[in-house]
């Protein structure tokens, strides 16, 4: 059953190191998402990719934040220098297009705390 | 700002009879709204639809019913069942900007004894 996947499913990070988060999308699907779920909250939009390209990232925090999707591998979403704001869970999801909301298939997820 | 509001963080339902979950939006440009169920260190699954040109969506136990002029929707599972037990989120979005632009509301957890 080849879902999202997303790897690692946890990941401790002290201040100040890097965080990288992978995702691999469904087979077939060309379009991904990543979502933020802070402490208590819903999930909040950060970033939409297809491969090689950044195709919304008016979620993403301006600073210290970056995601790619290459034509080959998984998608990264980057986090540099982590503060302690960063610990959340990390939700990568994935499309076979752009437009159809019922196809949108959430990973497990990875967990990141900043210590 | 939050645009899509769950106003009860939890609810008990006794196993059997209807849980009723419920979510208001201050946007008016929505035009899809959807259904997400979670379980605990899983991620969210999808349960349900309904466009704007709709006033109610049935799959099987779960109804969802949409009321434009009011800005609410809610979600109806009946009977249910202790599997219904997890955390349920409201989510809406612009046809025009897809499902990248989905706006979740903060969830409700629903417990369902038997």
């Known amino acids: 059953n080849a879902g999202v996947m997303q790897n690692p499913r946890h990941l401790v990070r002290r201040r100040g190191q890097e965080a990288r988060l992978r995702c691999s999308p469904m087979?077939?699907?060309?379009?991904v998402y990543w979502y933020r779920q802070l402490p208590e909250e819903g999930l909040k939009f950060m970033v939409y990719?297809?491969?090689?390209?950044?195709?919304?990232e008016s979620g993403m925090p301006k600073e210290r934040f970056s995601a790619e999707f290459p034509k080959e591998g998984p998608s990264i979403l980057r986090i540099q220098q982590v503060v302690r704001g960063d610990s959340a869970a990390y939700f990568c999801?994935?499309?076979?297009?752009?437009?159809?909301?019922?196809?949108?298939?959430f990973g497990n997820g990875t967990r990141l705390t900043v210590t | 700002d939050q645009q899509v509001k769950q106003n009860s963080p939890s609810l008990s339902v006794q196993e059997g009879r209807i849980s009723i979950l419920n979510c208001d939006y201050t946007?008016?440009?929505?035009?899809?709204f959807l259904w997400y169920k979670k379980y605990p260190a899983e991620g969210p699954t999808f349960l349900i639809s309904?466009?704007?040109?709709?006033d109610k969506n049935e799959d099987g136990r779960f109804t969802v019913f949409l009321n434009k002029s009011a800005k609410h929707l809610s979600l109806h599972i009946v009977p249910s069942q202790p599997g219904d037990s997890a955390v349920y989120f409201c989510?809406?979005?612009?046809?025009?900007?897809?499902?990248?632009?989905?706006?979740f509301g903060q969830g409700t957890r629903l417990t369902i004894n038997p």
């Open positions: 989510a809406a979005s612009r046809t025009l900007q897809g499902a990248q632009k989905l706006v």
């Open positions: 999801a994935s499309s076979p297009t752009g437009t159809d909301e019922a196809f949108l298939h």
């Open positions: 087979k077939g699907h060309s379009h």
């Open positions: 990719l297809q491969k090689e390209n950044i195709i919304d």
């Open positions: 946007n008016s440009m929505f035009d899809y």
């Open positions: 309904i466009s704007s040109i709709k």
